[in-house]
Nanobody
């Protein structure tokens, strides 16, 4: 079946690290841009990071609030995209989702979101 599954979330103290995984099945993740998004209760879903498709060079992008702390990467052999999150802050607390997009990190509004994975940063 064609799907993306997020995993790797958990509870961590401020300053800690987590590595999220976005595992694809039924299609090759290599051919798409992949974005990580997050959402907290009562707030709109927010784009966090994106990696271009391999054919478009695989460039990475981040919102200012996570630059220098988060790193997105792709393992085509494993058909998986990762989000390494370091120096976590309480404001990073959210459910994190991944999704496919156009080769240059284009993300049309219509999308069937998965379950996501919960990240909680708290003392």
């Amino acid at each position: 079946q064609v799907q993306l599954v997020e995993s790797g979330g958990g509870l961590v103290q401020p300053g800690g690290s987590l590595r999220l995984s976005c595992a694809a099945s039924g299609f090759a993740i290599d051919g798409y841009a992949i974005g990580w998004f997050r959402q907290t209760p009562g707030k709109e879903r927010e784009g966090v990071s994106c990696i271009r498709s391999s054919g478009s060079g695989g460039s990475t992008y981040y919102i200012d609030s996570v630059k220098g702390r988060f790193a997105i990467s792709r393992d085509n052999a494993k058909n998986t995209v990762y989000l390494q999150m370091n120096s976590l802050k309480p404001e990073d607390t959210a459910v994190y989702y991944c999704r496919t997009g156009g080769s240059n990190c284009q993300f049309p509004a219509d999308y069937n979101w998965g379950q996501g994975t919960q990240v909680t940063v708290s003392s």
